[in-house]
């Protein structure tokens, strides 16, 4: 899955964090669902993930209107 287990921690492989930070911009509420489904995993890693990830989850909300 992508996780490095070392003596003193455990971290993510750096192949996988530039596959997601050069992941496309995306509108689309599937692509921002998708995205989200994927981040969840690693959200032990993150540090106030949900703080982080509200906004994206709010974009996926029916009454959300784009502009």
Not at 40 to 60: E, G, H, S, W
């Amino acid at each position: 899955m992508g996780v490095v287990i070392e003596l003193d921690r455990i971290k993510i492989e750096e192949k996988k964090v530039k596959v997601v930070l050069d992941l496309l911009v995306s509108k689309l509420v599937k692509d921002i669902q998708k995205f989200l489904g994927l981040e969840n995993y690693y959200r032990r890693f993150v540090k106030d993930f949900v703080k982080i990830a509200r906004p994206l989850y709010k974009l996926t909300k029916k009454e959300q209107k784009w502009e």
